[in-house]
Every structure is written in C-alpha cells, then in structure tokens.
C-alpha cells in the first residue's frame, strides 16, 4: 500500500525559510520520479518541483528554482522540500507526489502559512 505523508508544515514570516519532508512507504522510493505541489485556497494544484530516480536530476517551476530546493534519501524513502524566501503567495497546502504501477497518489498535505 502506497503512503506518502507530509510534516513540516507551519507558520513563517516573510522572507523566511521552512523545510518540508514527505515519508514514502509502499513502493521502491528510490527508482521513482518524486514530485511537490502546493495548492492554495480557490486556486488549482501547481506543481513545484521534480526530482528523478536514482540520478537525482531535478527540475523546478522557474519561479520557485532559486529559492526552492527538492532532495531525497534514498536510505530513508524520505523526499524533502527546502524552501527560502517565502513570500505570501508561498501560503498553501503542500503536497508530495509520486506515479507508479500506472497510478497517481498524494499525501495528505502539510499547511504553509507565510505571515508576519
């Protein structure tokens, strides 16, 4: 049974860094493409951030790839978001993804509230 769950969620203040982790379990995390979203309310799910299987390569939505850092320990079936200088459009829900055996799932989300 595939998992995914979130931590690392809360609150930051402008121009404030916060670091995400997502738990995988169910399936072989290391060869798997493992991807971000965030969703913030009224607006649709965006995706933030891709890290490919074992060679690591990633890619970012060009307006978070300077601020935003995705990573994962294979070790640890562990995906981690290191995310600096947040701004207010950085209030959301964060979402860890992954597709295998033909099939999509999500975590249950960790909430971002950037406030001062």
């Known amino acids: 049974q595939v998992q995914l769950v979130e931590s690392g969620g809360g609150l930051v203040q402008p121009g404030g860094s916060l670091t995400l982790s997502c738990a995988a379990s169910g399936f072989t995390f290391s060869t798997a493409a493992m991807k971000w979203y965030r969703q913030a309310p009224g607006k649709e799910r965006e995706w933030l951030a891709t890290i490919r299987d074992v060679a690591g390569n990633t890619l970012y939505l060009p307006s978070v790839k300077d601020r935003f850092t995705i990573s994962r320990d294979n070790a640890k079936n562990t995906l981690t978001l290191q995310m600096n200088y947040l701004g207010p459009g950085g209030s959301a829900v964060y979402f860890c993804?992954?597709?295998?055996?033909?099939?999509?799932?999500w975590g249950q989300g960790t909430q971002v509230t950037v406030s001062s």
């Open positions: 993804n992954v597709w295998t055996s033909g099939l999509g799932y």
